[in-house]
């Protein structure tokens, strides 16, 4: 155009929004709207699918009894010798001495490897303390001459024999534990005013509608973070409460399923952590992290990579990895969640809890004016059984 004006040609009219008094008047224009919503609504639950609800519950909060029969070995705090007829012993994996010792009683045969001399050890138990006074055990040796052994070694409980003609032996009835979640609730609100509920928009029809949709979205991601991330916070009259998720359950456990020092995510430590849960029963495993995290087990093995074939396309998609422990572990990976967090969860030991009547509540408000006001509510918890028996894993300071 500048080159027409040059030419004593006029000054045309041109597309340039408020480039007035040729150009156009902001507004006046019509407008190629989508018909379809660009959406970053983040509404996928991974761990919620897989773990689904159990049955609602009417209480102020939900408990569960879990009983541990231990290990199946005790292990002994000080270097001993073999001739030696007694030791003490020292808490194991998470179980204090005492508790420790119900495994074995009078009678109860031990086996025990010296690594040092290549040796077998066995003894039988003569005597235990009673519970709670002492945890001194005298033992007759009955196999193995060495001389040394470790602190720390491990005696594994072959189990309690009798003779013909036998007296009753002592019961060894294990204490019960009483774990216990409180509740949360979720609330999202939606108010919209009469002129505003009836205003045509671009794309999404009635407002009143659409946000309702994204509070049930939003609400849904909320549960499912809840689930996962939150360590528990009593309710008070000032203070809302805050139920315990996978990580408040699994924070306050200690053990070789809980890796507090691997910052690159290792094929030796998921082997180690895995083989833990695995040992103390936790089956149907899975692995949930951050996709960088998950994308990690692609630059192992390939061979230990299992994928869902896909006929439609060239390839797989992985779901699950094969360690070197010979166990399945489906990997689930998850966005825009901590990186630093991850867990090796058996899924068939987790379930949601609702409050009876109050796991999903969508009210429309008495009318107290022109408009509109919605209430959107969720009151629920969760159970997770053995949290306290090392059958769950977690990383906590990944990279």
């Known amino acids: 155009m500048s080159e027409a004006q040059t030419q004593g040609r006029g000054n045309f009219q041109r597309a340039i929004v408020s480039d007035v008094p040729h150009g156009i008047v902001d507004g006046t224009q019509q407008r190629d709207v989508s018909g379809a919503l660009d959406l970053l609504a983040l509404a996928e639950t991974p761990f919620i699918n897989r773990i689904g609800w159990g049955p609602e519950s009417g209480g102020v909060t939900i408990e569960w009894i879990s009983e541990n029969l231990g290990p199946g070995y005790i292990t002994q705090a000080a270097a001993t010798i073999s001739a030696q007829l007694s030791f003490i012993a020292s ?3 998470g179980t204090n001495a ?15 490897w010296d690594s040092t001399e290549a040796a077998h050890m066995m003894a039988v138990v003569t005597s235990v303390p009673v519970l709670g006074v002492g945890v001194s055990v005298t033992v007759s040796w009955i196999s193995g001459t060495k001389t040394s052994l470790p602190a720390a070694q491990k005696f594994y409980v072959l189990g309690a024999y009798a003779n013909e003609g036998s007296i009753p032996n002592m019961p060894n009835p294990r204490q019960r534990v009483l774990a216990s979640n409180c509740f949360s609730i979720l ?7 009469g002129t505003m509920k009836s205003t045509d928009m671009y794309v999404i029809g009635r407002e009143d509608r659409h946000q309702i949709m994204m ?5 849904q991601r909320e549960r499912e973070r809840t689930a996962l991330y939150a360590t528990t916070i009593a309710k008070t009259s000032a203070l809302a409460g805050v139920m315990n998720g996978v990580y408040g359950f699994l924070s306050g456990q200690s053990g070789s399923h809980i890796d507090s020092s691997t910052t690159s995510l290792t094929e030796s430590a998921v082997n180690t952590v895995v083989t833990e849960v695995w040992e103390n029963g936790g089956r149907n495993l899975s692995f949930f992290g951050h996709i960088a995290q998950t994308a990690k087990f692609t630059r192992w093995d390939k061979n230990r990579i299992r994928t869902r074939v896909n006929e439609g396309r060239g390839g797989g998609r992985i779901t699950s990895y094969l360690t070197e422990s010979g166990i399945e572990l489906d990997l689930v990976p998850m966005a825009k969640v901590p990186t630093n967090l991850a867990f090796v969860l058996d899924t068939s030991k987790i379930k ?3 409050k009876r009547g109050r796991k999903a509540i969508m009210e429309k408000l008495g009318k107290m004016g022109d408009f509109d006001d919605w209430q959107i509510i969720s009151e629920f918890t969760m159970e ?5 028996l090392l059958q769950h894993g977690m990383f906590t300071k990944l990279t």
């Not at 609330?187 to 005013?193: E, F, G, L, M, N």
């Not at 509070?215 to 609400?219: A, C, G, I, Q, W």
Request: overall charge positive.
């Open 91 to 93: 808490s194991v994996d």
């Open 98 to 112: 005492s508790e420790a010792l119900i495994q074995v009683k009078q009678g109860t045969i031990l086996y025990s």
């Open 187 to 193: 609330r999202q609100d939606v108010q919209i005013t």
């Open 215 to 219: 509070r049930l979205k939003e609400m």
């Open 352 to 354: 949601l809890r609702a």
């Open 384 to 388: 997770m059984k053995g949290y306290n």
